[in-house]
């Protein structure tokens, strides 16, 4: 086993060291999870508006399977990275 020995610090500054460095992490964690939650995921109606098709259109490709949509309860998400390789594949042509 390994000791490790501190000199010239007291116990309240090594308490506040160590709490101090435990709050630089969890802002950085919070601020990485806040960004993440708040992009990944459209409600219909912002699907709608950023592809500028109706919510009626929207049902209908759900429904055709062309994209696929979430439930969480009585609510529906549509997966933001999803629907860019949609895009995308949409976007290439074949030879």
Do not use: C
Request: avoid cysteine; proline fraction near 1%.
């Amino acid at each position: 086993m390994k000791t490790t020995m501190l000199h010239e610090i007291t116990p309240d500054e090594l308490t506040e060291k160590i709490l101090n460095g435990v709050k630089i992490q969890i802002d950085e964690f919070k601020k990485d999870f806040e960004t993440g939650s708040k992009t990944d995921f459209f409600t219909r109606d912002e699907l709608a508006a950023f592809l500028n098709i109706s919510l009626f259109t929207v049902h209908n490709w759900t429904n055709k399977k062309i994209i696929t949509a979430l439930k969480i309860g009585n609510r529906t998400y549509f997966e933001r990275r999803a629907i860019e390789e949609i895009l995308l594949k949409s976007n290439t042509t074949t030879k």
